[in-house]
T-cell receptor
Framework: AQKVTQAQTEISVVEKEDVTLDCVYE???????LFWYKQPPSGELVFLIR??????QNEISGRYSWNFQKSTSSFNFTITASQVVDSAVYFC?????????????FGQGTELSVKP | DAGVTQSPTHLIKTRGQHVTLRCSPI?????VSWYQQVLGQGPQFIFQ???????GRGNFPDRFSARQFPNYSSELNVNALLLGDSALYLC?????????????FGPGTRLTVL
């Protein structure tokens, strides 16, 4: 069965703190893709990153970094020196290559609140 | 370049009514997917269309249907509305039907069923 779990429902930090959002996934496919999306209060999902199952290199983009570990089926997201504008709901999602239509399976989301 | 657009932005209906939601993909994108997001939860996949053919269907009742037009825009139809259909309906587009492509989401249509 395919599943994405984001155990942290809500996280609250003070500006400039580092914060890590956890994501654990389940899939039987050997080829799959992992995504992170940000959903600000406006509601529109904003794409942040895609990772394929054959590429375990960690990635850094400015204050954002992602740690993909197949051994633990995790794809965690870290925001360094958080800012108030980072406040949003963050979703981790899985897409399996074997599934026609390429549906995204989302986790429940983690609501991040960054206070000044 | 324009992103994914959806209409209407908000909609209020009563139980038993029918609703049609519309989506225009990013120019050049041939695949459109629909998702339902109930408050406090992650989006749930409803349909995917590519080149006007249904390529995927989620676990939703037959009251939900969709179609894609020659210009790649799409409609989602929901019949016999239930209170539980109240949600944010999101449309996403991507260049092709492949699961490796990231999907670009529109702002959504917020449906309230009274």
């Amino acid at each position: 069965a395919q599943k994405v779990t984001q155990a942290q429902t809500e996280i609250s930090v003070v500006e400039k703190e580092d914060v890590t959002l956890d994501c654990v996934y389940e899939t039987r496919d050997t080829t799959y893709y992992l995504f992170w999306y940000k959903q600000p209060p406006s509601g529109e999902l904003v794409f942040l990153i895609r990772r394929n199952s054959f590429d375990e290199q960690n990635e850094i983009s400015g204050r954002y970094s992602w740690n993909f570990q197949k051994s633990t089926s995790s794809f965690n997201f870290t925001i360094t020196a958080s800012q108030v504008v980072d406040s949003a709901v963050y979703f981790c999602a899985l897409s399996e290559a074997s599934r026609q239509g390429g549906k995204l399976i989302f986790g429940q989301g983690t609501e991040l609140s960054v206070k000044p | 370049d324009a992103g994914v657009t959806q209409s209407p932005t908000h909609l209020i209906k009563t139980r038993g009514q029918h609703v049609t939601l519309r989506c225009s993909p990013i120019s050049g994108h041939k695949s459109v997917s629909w998702y339902q997001q109930v408050l406090g939860q992650g989006p749930q996949f409803i349909f995917q269309y590519y080149e006007k053919e249904e390529r995927g269907r989620g676990n939703f009742p037959d009251r939900f249907s969709a179609r894609q037009f020659p210009n790649y825009s799409s409609e989602l139809n929901v019949n016999a509305l239930l209170l539980g259909d109240s949600a944010l309906y999101l449309c996403a587009s991507r260049p092709s039907g492949g699961s490796y492509n990231e999907q670009f989401f529109g702002p959504g249509t917020r449906l309230t069923v009274l």
